[in-house]
């Protein structure tokens, strides 16, 4: 069993920058895939960002591509988002998910993909 933990939201400026941070627990978290979701409010959710365990494969969102960056540390447990250059548009819920598999999936931008979740961290940007 894993259990995600998302910190580090938060209101920023638009052009700002926020660096969000999943711990996880459970010693599972070094083998899988993991990825960022975000929701905005009345929206579904929508697929950010996501990484293999070995750190060597990423794949982003075109909306965040060039201003944010996925990375992770298997030693620490934690998998982090860099995002700069916000926009009011990147205002929304944002939570962590993982797979038991280190590869991506086909479809790695689908929810269905991860098999554990977190509860989610608000970021706000303003304009």
């Given amino acids: 069993q894993v259990q995600l933990v998302e910190s580090g939201g938060g209101l920023v400026q ?3 920058s926020l660096r969000l941070s999943c711990a996880a627990s459970g010693r599972t978290f070094s083998n899988g895939a993991m990825a960022w979701f975000r929701q905005a409010p009345g929206q579904e959710r929508e697929f950010v960002a996501a990484i293999t ?3 060597g494969s990423t794949k982003y969102a075109d909306s965040v591509k060039g201003r944010f960056t996925i990375s992770r540390d ?3 447990n934690t998998v982090d988002l860099q995002m700069n250059s916000l926009k009011p548009e990147d205002t929304a819920v944002y939570s962590c998910a993982g797979r038991r598999s280190p590869i991506l999936g086909i479809n790695p931008d689908i929810a269905t993909e991860y098999d554990y979740w977190g509860q989610g961290t608000q970021v706000t940007v303003s304009s």
């Fill in 74 to 76: 298997n030693a620490e």
């Fill in 14 to 16: 638009a052009g700002g």
């Fill in 53 to 55: 365990r070995s750190g």
